[in-house]
């Protein structure tokens, strides 16, 4: 797919940061609850997705 739906249970505004295995930063964004994002640049892989909201959330998402 070449879109992730957040969903943030809030209605702030939040950074998210995508990371690939490497811990390397590959895609910086704000998001608000239910934005899209555009993974399409991203290469077939692993990804670990954090969202800075009060207390950081780290993810996992495979781009196929």
Avoid: W
């Avoid at 077939?44 to 780290?58: E, H, W």
């Amino acid at each position: 797919t070449n879109y992730i739906t957040i969903q943030l249970g809030s209605l702030e505004k939040e950074i998210l940061q995508i990371y690939n295995l490497l811990g390397q930063l590959v895609k910086e964004t704000t998001v608000a609850n239910n934005d899209r994002v555009d993974v399409s640049q991203l290469t077939s892989g692993i990804y670990s997705i954090c969202v800075q909201q009060n207390a950081p959330r780290v993810l996992k998402f495979i781009k196929q």
